[in-house]
């Protein structure tokens, strides 16, 4: 079996499990985390073109997916818009965001397209606190659901799964081709990127709008698995987790960054005896794999499957020289 058709297989078995996933989970909890884990990744997938794969340190998207989480609730729940067609206004109305954000801010250099990013969230968020009348204030808004069949955890969950697992192809489209190859020379070296014919801010404001579109479909399914959404909600700290899952998966690749999405969602819940050193843990986590392992713990996982990939033995077979052995035993007479 060739390594293509492993990895085939073992991406249908990971499909596989999670597809079925409602029906072995424990209990609602452990439901209502895994459609947390693929909300989340909605975001972070098209975040992961930008910090991962073009080298930009956006710390800011929490802004986004608070625009997103806004417009949802509001499209939906004040005008009464259907929730398929809500999500779809709160992904472009993201993507607009993100190309004005991105305009202005991907010509500055990495330390302050950073801190441009960090201005915009905390913009938003005093926004959201200003208009009241609209966004419900410190108070809050509720959030409508899906109709049915998506009503029920089960079919939110596969309703959410099913944005990220189309979130997941697009993303491994274009890393695989010409746009993730010129994103990559970005990072590494925008000199040597803009030598060899890279549209250097093109790259970077595509995929940063096609990012802003991830965060607006991500927070509309974040929203409605809320319920209820108020600007606490959309903390900083949630925009460096974003940022940290990327750092710690590993850059330049798909599955590390997802693999740290569900590390550290499930992280809380793993030491949930010893909640007040859960920072301790990130912390921790961060410090570990920064100095063991800086490629990221996908690189671990790589690693492992090199381990027990069979090396194939390579059989050279030797052709005596016949003419050169004659007349060795010639001279020997």
């Not at 997103?68 to 818009?81: E, P």
């Not at 607006?216 to 940290?244: C, K, N, R």
């Amino acid at each position: 079996m060739s390594a293509e058709h492993r990895r085939l297989g073992l991406a249908a078995l990971l499909a596989l499990g999670a597809a079925t996933l409602p029906f072995w989970a424990a209990d609602q909890y452990q439901l209502h985390l895994a459609t947390l884990i693929a909300a989340y990744w909605v975001l972070i997938g098209g975040l992961n073109l930008v910090v991962g794969y073009a080298g930009q340190l956006s710390i800011g998207h929490v802004g986004l997916l608070s625009i997103g989480a806004y417009a949802f609730a509001i499209l939906a729940g004040k005008a009464g818009l259907h929730p398929a067609l809500a999500v779809a206004a709160s992904g472009a109305l993201c993507g607009i965001a993100g190309l004005l954000l991105g305009l202005p801010s991907l010509r500055l250099p990495g330390f302050y397209f950073a801190m441009a990013t960090m201005a915009v969230a905390l913009i938003v968020g005093e926004v959201v606190l200003a208009q009241g009348e609209l966004t419900g204030g410190g108070v809050g808004l509720p959030v409508p659901g899906f109709p049915a069949p998506f009503d029920s955890p089960a079919g939110f969950y596969w309703l959410t799964a099913a944005a990220a697992a189309v979130v997941t192809w697009l993303t491994w489209n274009v890393a695989r081709r010409m746009q993730g190859r010129g994103l990559i020379a970005i990072r590494d070296s925008v000199v040597t990127a803009q030598a060899v014919g890279v549209p250097v801010l093109g790259a970077k404001l595509r995929a940063f709008v096609f990012s802003g579109v991830c965060a607006g479909v991500g927070g509309s399914l974040f929203a409605a698995l809320q319920s209820y959404i108020t600007p606490d909600t959309f903390h900083f700290e949630l925009s460096l987790f974003f940022f940290v899952c990327i750092i710690i998966g590993g850059r330049g690749g798909i599955l590390g960054p997802f693999l740290g999405v569900v590390v550290l969602t499930a992280l809380p819940e793993l030491v949930s005896p010893l909640a007040k050193l859960g920072n301790f843990f990130y912390g921790l986590l961060l410090l570990a794999v920064v100095l063991v392992v800086p490629e990221g713990i996908g690189r671990v996982f790589e690693l492992v499957a090199a381990r027990l990939k069979p090396r194939p033995v390579e059989s050279v077979p030797v052709q005596p020289d016949l003419p050169r052995l004659a007349r060795a035993l010639r001279s020997n007479r």
